[in-house]
């Protein structure tokens, strides 16, 4: 039974000192939400008896069906600390790199972070993931070290052996906090001759169990506890300080002559936590007789149920001792009262981070704008206070599961007078009766024509409303209160200057009326009349003016909030198209509400005309598809098979010829530069294709935003790259675009004499006609019509001796750009996974034979300290990955789970037009030869995909090879 009621919540989100906002996050499948669901038991909203087996946080069927978390959902709970109700909003994460962009949603949300690690696994690559995401959003995290009992029931280890193992883990988890903290110093650091590191202080950074920013548990079996609470037990008994002890319960510590020594480890002594510790937990899992664990219980002081008592199997009774001696939820609450600060103590710097953005920093914000940080620090909630809020996603959810569309119950004079409504009824019915009259039944009744056509003009996804996933940073917000949503290119200074001129506020403000506000339970909503500062809700009614994140404030002076970090980035697309034409409408419609409802897919449109999903991976979009069928469009959808993106690029032509011998003169500048006349033959132009620096192309794909706003912010990176690979000192200064969309990693260079065109002052003479030209030939080049990559192109010359055409021009510019570009030696770019697995040594031969079919590559193999699993790290052409996590589960019987996160774009180092024209060539080239096949079948798959011809002959290169090899 719920022991917290609306009411009891309601008074302590007044009190921004006894709140706490937390998000779990963690890798996939190290218990998070089996973690939450012992700390929901806790209030009493779920069973004890159900924690840890209900999931109870994973509200959608298909999360529950596959086991993992898709979506990020909170929850508000109650815990006594010391005396004083405390309120613990917390948030599950999921751990599932397909739904990373749900972490980010939760932690701009929160101030402290639970971060859980399977200490079997240890820290993984999703974990790395998770600290990180954590600190850019200056987080205070805490550890739970998750699933200790594996190392009892699954490693059999000796409790020696686990502290060990425990330790080697914990150094591992500081070890990213500590890589982090030093490329943190070091960027701040203005001084050349020292890092910074020696001035920075660490000594709140790492986790450590003395400090008590650390708790082990098994979520599972519903215990978990820190040192403290060891300390509180044998401090009595071994006559010392509960505090002393609590400090060297965890450490090179042992017991001698009744005080506390080091080095045990030097002495050969059982460390403290070993002796005190591990070795009683370790007896508690390894009894077996019934009357034994009865007999610990009454020296615990723990009374086990009627129930678990005479239960057969003794891990019951062990389960059941564990869970009421050291109790998961308060150890764990507990830590977090402690350890994670309140929203009234928000640091300096994270105010500082919210309000700052890639558009503008905190110092060149008007003084109206910055004097809102001291309303965020002192998280006032006076009616006197500006509301400043924040929505990180939006939250779709069913109408009739909204609390005002929920059958309120009746009171007794409503049921009096529904039973008199009834016997009238009921009298009027047997009047007609005896009168011989017929009674027509609703169902019988003719339809009404008006509602069919009510029901034929409803839209899927009508019975959906949008709830906003929110923080409220300062102020009170109240049901019918304005507000102003505040758009990414927000400029507070020109805001504040309309608004005392009276003039409109312009496209990048819109008022909005807050009608609902809810407490999120979870599964549940509660409704309120007002929420205060430093708590989570969420508000209803936004969908219209919010997409996916937006800022709301009551005053303009206030800065759009930094956008969310994503640290996945969508790779997979789609095409879908209804099944039957007609359903058009319900299909556009159900995308926008997908669009709307997931943080991080892409819903476009190409220019093809097909509708495009772009998602992360292909659970992230079985999820997209299952949503858009059921919930969003309701319709039979057609889905394409999974569409991949690649890169044409060029390479620097060969210095050396097959037999190494040096190759003369093809470097030179203008070697293969192209020559073209417009088709009037009135104008000449003269192209030169060059392939950038590696370091440059990534540069500025790594800088699209930015470009497409604003391309001076990176102007001063670029100097520095050319510089690094010795290009002329004037090449930024020459260059005259970027593409293709003007924001692409491919550069317009201008090297005609006499011409002043570039993009840093005007386009000059035809400018328009060149840039567009670069634009076309750039986002579809000659290969199989896929962008181009890496390139720059050198205009060299160009005359004019009539009048120009500006359409002329600008085709002979794109049969330019992609005539230099067949002159040079070509090649496909693959965009690249990196895969990371998790193995023992008995199936890495066949994980190894899935990655060869694949065509991946191994980059290492490293064993994990204390354990017999090897962490392998490789790289796989997206192309190549479909189903791949299927097959490499069946192969290893289930013992390997890969992660696939997109990594880079990596050039297929091989000319796709090469073929060998000698049976030798084909005996010792027949790794090129499967290359070259590659890039074929890759190319002609496209091609054919949109229509063009194939007129690339596929040859089975490898075939021919073996065959050749056999005979020999």
């Given amino acids: 039974m719920r022991t917290t009621t609306v009411e009891q919540l309601q008074n302590l989100q007044q009190k921004p000192r006894c709140v706490r906002n937390v998000c779990v996050l963690a890798h996939v499948d190290h218990g998070k939400t089996s973690l939450v669901d012992s700390l929901v038991a806790s209030n009493g909203i779920i069973s004890t008896a159900m924690a840890g087996k209900l999931r109870y946080m994973d509200s959608r069927p298909d999360e529950q069906q596959r086991g993992i978390t898709m979506k990020s959902s909170a929850i508000a709970l109650k815990y006594n600390f010391g005396g004083e109700d405390v309120l613990i909003n917390v948030i ?18 929160c101030d402290g972070a639970i971060v859980v690690v399977d200490v079997v696994e240890g820290v993984c690559p999703q974990t790395k993931v998770c600290i990180q995401q954590a600190w850019t959003e200056n987080l205070k995290p805490v550890l739970v070290l998750n699933k200790v009992d594996r190392l009892v029931s699954e490693m059999k280890l000796q409790p020696l052996d ?108 059982k460390p403290l936590f070993v002796q005190l510790v591990l070795e009683n937990l370790w007896a508690v899992y390894e009894s077996r007789d019934k009357e034994k664990i009865k007999t610990m219980a009454e020296k615990l002081g723990v009374k086990m149920s009627a129930r678990d008592a005479r239960h057969p199997d003794p891990k019951v009774q062990i389960r059941a001792l564990l869970a009421q001696w050291m109790p998961l939820a308060s150890a764990v609450l507990e830590m977090i009262c402690k350890q994670v600060p309140s929203p009234a103590e928000l640091s300096d710097a994270r105010a500082v981070g919210l309000m700052s953005s890639q558009h503008h920093t905190f110092e060149c914000l008007p003084e109206e704008s910055k004097s809102l940080k001291k309303d965020f620090l002192d998280c006032k909630s006076t009616d006197e206070a500006p509301v400043i809020l924040y929505i990180s996603k939006m939250i779709p959810v069913d109408k009739s599961t909204l609390p005002e569309n929920k059958p309120k119950p009746l009171t007794a004079e409503e049921i009096a007078r529904r039973k008199l409504l009834a016997r009238e009824k009921h009298a009027q019915m047997m009047a007609q009766a005896e009168a011989g009259m017929h009674c027509t039944s609703l169902d019988e009744r003719p339809p009404d024509p008006k509602k069919e056509e009510e029901q034929m003009e409803e839209m899927p996804g009508d019975d959906l409303v949008f709830v906003a996933f929110a923080r409220v940073f300062s102020g009170t917000v109240k049901i019918g209160q ?24 312009g496209p990048h403000i819109h008022p909005v009326e807050v009608r609902q506000l809810y407490i999120l339970m979870g599964r549940d909503l509660e409704a309120v009349d007002f929420v205060p500062a430093g708590n989570v809700l969420g508000i209803g009614g936004l969908e219209e003016q919010v997409l996916k994140s937006a800022t709301l404030a009551s005053t303009v002076a206030c800065p759009a909030f930094t956008e969310l970090q994503q640290a996945a980035e969508p790779i997979l697309r789609v095409a879908v198209e209804p099944r039957h ?40 979009l079985q999820r997209c598809i299952d949503d858009l069928k059921t919930r969003y469009a309701k319709i039979e959808m057609n889905v394409s098979e999974p569409i991949v993106q690649f890169r044409e690029t060029i390479i620097d032509p060969p210095k050396m010829d097959m ?8 470097t030179k500048i203008g070697e293969n530069a192209v020559e073209v006349w417009t088709s009037n033959r009135q104008a000449y132009l003269k192209v030169l294709a060059v392939a950038l620096p590696s370091e440059v192309a990534t540069l500025l794909e790594n800088n699209r935003q930015q470009l497409r706003q604003d391309p001076s912010k990176v102007k001063d990176q670029l100097k520095k790259a050319f510089a690094s690979e010795n290009w002329p000192e004037d090449t930024v200064d020459r260059i005259w675009t970027f593409g293709p969309r003007r924001c692409g990693p491919n550069i317009l260079l201008n090297r005609i004499e006499g011409h002043p065109g570039s993009i840093w002052t005007e386009e000059g003479p035809n400018g328009g006609s060149f840039v567009n030209g670069f634009q076309l030939a750039t986002l579809a080049g000659p290969l199989c019509e896929e962008p181009m990559m890496g390139i720059c192109f050198v205009v060299q010359e160009f005359i004019e001796e009539g009048e120009v055409v500006t359409g002329q021009l600008m085709s002979a510019v794109k049969e330019a750009c992609r005539k230099a570009f067949q002159a040079q030696p070509q090649r496909l770019m693959l965009a690249m ?78 000319d796709p037009f090469w073929a060998p024209s000698t049976d030798e060539e084909y005996l010792h080239f027949g790794e090129k030869a499967d290359s070259g096949n590659r890039a074929r079948i890759y190319m002609d798959s496209v091609r054919r995909r949109k229509g063009l011809s194939t007129e690339h002959k596929i040859v089975e290169f490898a075939e021919k090879q073996r065959t050749l090899s056999k005979n020999k």
């Fill in 659 to 666: 037999v190494n011998e040096a190759i003369i003169d093809t």
């Fill in 162 to 269: 686990a502290y060990v193992h425990l330790t080697q883990v914990l150094e591992q988890i500081n070890a990213v906090m500590g890589e982090l903290f030093a490329s943190e110093a070091i960027s701040n650091t203005t001084d050349t001759w020292t890092s910074g590191l020696d001035e920075a202080d660490d000594s709140q950074l790492y986790f450590s169990p003395e400090q008590g920013n650390v708790v082990f548990a098994s979520a599972v079996d519903g215990w978990a506890f820190d040192v403290a609470h060891f300390a509180g037990l044998f401090s009595a008994k071994l006559n010392l300080d509960k505090d002393e002890l609590a400090k060297c319960l965890w450490g090179d510590f042992y017991l001698k002559g009744g005080k506390i020594a080091t080095g045990a480890q030097e002495k050969a002594k």
């Fill in 482 to 505: 304005s507000l102003y949503v505040l758009n990414p290119k927000h400029d507070p200074q020109e805001a504040i200057k309309k608004l005392n001129a009276g003039e409109e506020l």
């Fill in 92 to 109: 599950d994460s999921p751990g599932h790199v397909d739904f990373s962009s749900e972490v980010s949603t939760a932690v701009r949300l």
């Fill in 581 to 620: 034409p007609q359903q058009m409408p319900q299909l556009l419609r159900g995308l926008k509400l997908l669009n709307q409802a997931d943080a991080c897919v892409q819903v476009l449109v190409q220019e093809s005309g097909e509708h495009v999903i772009v998602t992360v991976g292909e659970v992230h």
């Fill in 833 to 910: 996974y990196t895969c990371n697995i998790l193995a023992n040594a008995d199936i890495l031969g066949k994980m190894y034979a899935v990655l060869g079919r694949r065509h991946g590559r191994v980059l290492h193999g490293d064993q994990q300290e204390g354990c017999a699993t090897f962490s392998v790290t490789a790289v796989l052409p997206v192309v190549e990955s479909f189903a791949f996590a299927a097959e490499i589960r069946k192969q290893t019987s289930g013992l390997a789970s890969p992660q696939l996160v997109f990594s880079h774009w990596e050039v297929l180092d091989v």
